[in-house]
């Protein structure tokens, strides 16, 4: 995924199909993106990344099939140029550290994938990893990171919101952090400024340095 302008290959694997259909119609949306092939299974999954070798690999870990750290492995093996998306409902922290040591590039909620995807196919696309604010807030408040802190601001700031400032945080451009996350330009500073108003900051970067002091995004 050396050229960040060509079209990714994208396969996708879900066994609950209605959303399945909602992940196909929200593909077909997405500018320089096409949907190879999608399937119910992770033995059908596997078939199809030797047949298509993919770009992009967008995986449910509770499917069907062989553990997830076992379909890392063998994409890894199969298709070594494949970068995988985790869609996961729960988050499990042992889970995804081991996931990330495979290789996994992003991990994102099923629960706001529709608002989330785009954002996570195109940090991939930069060679960036990428996990859900939302995970990321849950995980800071399962393993006790400022609890309070956490469980303040998991409330308080939308996914989206979270989103926005880490995209920030990494110096994009308010019309790159739009085009990234498939949203206006007015929108992203909507964002920010009710992130702004929900830290108490002052200012954009005022708001990334107390998110990043309290650990609710990273910055690499």
């Known amino acids: 995924m050396n050229n960040k302008n060509k079209n990714l290959t994208l396969v996708a694997a879900d066994d609950h199909r209605l959303f399945l259909q909602g992940l196909t119609g929200l593909l077909s949306t997405l500018n320089g993106v096409r949907l ?5 299974d992770g033995d059908a999954l596997l078939r199809l990344v ?3 070798r993919p770009d992009l690999v967008l995986l449910d870990i509770s499917m069907p099939g062989p553990p997830a750290e076992e379909t890392l492995q063998r994409i890894a ?3 070594p140029r494949t970068r995988v998306v985790v869609l996961t409902m729960h988050l499990d922290n042992g889970l995804s550290r081991r996931l990330f040591e495979l290789g996994l590039w992003a991990y994102v909620s099923k629960s706001d994938a529709f608002e989330e995807l785009s954002g996570a196919i195109e940090a991939v696309r930069k060679g960036l990893r990428y996990v859900s604010p939302a995970l990321q807030a849950q995980a800071r408040i399962e393993a006790g990171q400022d609890a309070r802190l956490g469980k303040t601001a998991a409330v308080s700031l939308s996914g989206r919101e979270l989103a926005v400032l880490e995209w920030a945080a990494r110096g994009e451009t308010h019309q790159s952090i739009a085009d990234a996350l498939c949203i206006t330009e007015r929108t992203v500073r909507f964002h920010l400024g009710k992130c702004c108003e929900k830290l108490g900051a002052k200012s954009k970067a005022h708001a990334i340095a107390l998110a990043t002091q309290r650990r609710l995004i990273r910055v690499d």
């Open 36 to 40: 190879a092939a999608v399937c119910g």
């Open 50 to 52: 030797l047949h298509h």
């Open 77 to 79: 093996a199969g298709s």
